[in-house]
Antibody, heavy 120, light 113 residues
Framework: EVLLVESGGGLVQPGGSLRLSCAAS????????VSWVRQAPGKGLEWVSA????????YYRDSVRGRFTISRDQSKKIVYLQMNNLRVEDTALYYC?????????????WGQGTLVTVSS | DIVMTQSPLSLSVTPGEPASISCRSSQSLLQSDSGYNFLDWYLQKPGQSPRVLIY???NRASGVPDRFSGSGSGTDFTLKISRVEAEDVGVYYC?????????FGQGTKLEIK
């Protein structure tokens, strides 16, 4: 069974930092890219970032590039999202999602999400 | 970025009746060398994470009832539910996965009459 368990969310002030973690199990970790997708309260889905199965290629949406960094630890089967200089508009439920392939070609499983609240 | 446009944004359907959701992209999602359309459909039930229904435009995901079907190519896609059931309530999203950033439609909220 594929499992994706996010952690690390919380309340942070604007300009602050958080590191999200996504612990994966139930599939061959290196064979799949992993994405982070967020959902602001009452809003739709917004893709944030992805990392290839090898970890050699990373992708970001423009609004987070330079502030967020995605990485993966192949031995621990964990994907991280380091979020710096957080803004109020980053407030959302952040989902970790498994891509079908080693490169970014679509999502087939989602975690339960971790809530990030940016507020003073 | 590829813009995804869904319609309608809300649907109210009587159980047993069909339902259809349209999704249009601002550029073709057909990858010429593979022949695949990189368009997925997801359902987010109330209080839950999204779940994939259809991938690559028309392939039903594992465990998805056969009353769900996806069709289309290029820029125009459709999700059809042949006979809506009460458990189908939620928000349906299309998503393009041809290029990053992945982009989603606005979502279509399905409710039962």
């Amino acid at each position: 069974e594929v499992l994706l368990v996010e952690s690390g969310g919380g309340l942070v002030q604007p300009g602050g930092s958080l590191r999200l973690s996504c612990a994966a199990s139930g599939f061959t970790f290196v064979d799949h890219a992993v994405s982070w997708v967020r959902q602001a309260p009452g809003k739709g889905l917004e893709w944030v970032s992805a990392i290839s199965g090898s970890g050699g290629t990373t992708y970001y949406r423009d609004s987070v590039r330079g502030r967020f960094t995605i990485s993966r630890d192949q031995s621990k089967k964990i994907v991280y999202l380091q979020m710096n200089n957080l803004r109020v508009e980053d407030t959302a439920l952040y989902y970790c999602a498994k891509d079908r392939l080693p490169m970014t070609r679509g999502i087939d499983y989602w975690g339960q999400g971790t809530l990030v609240t940016v507020s003073s | 970025d590829i813009v995804m446009t869904q319609s309608p944004l809300s649907l109210s359907v009587t159980p047993g009746e069909p339902a259809s959701i349209s999704c249009r992209s601002s550029q073709s999602l057909l990858q010429s060398d593979s022949g695949y359309n990189f368009l997925d459909w997801y359902l987010q039930k109330p209080g839950q994470s999204p779940r994939v229904l259809i991938y690559l435009g028309s392939n039903r995901a594992s465990g998805v009832p056969d009353r769900f079907s996806g069709s289309g190519s290029g820029t125009d896609f459709t999700l059809k539910i042949s006979r809506v059931e009460a458990e189908d309530v939620g928000v349906y999203y299309c998503m393009q996965a041809l290029h990053t950033p992945y982009t989603f439609g606005q979502g279509t909220k399905l409710e039962i009459k």
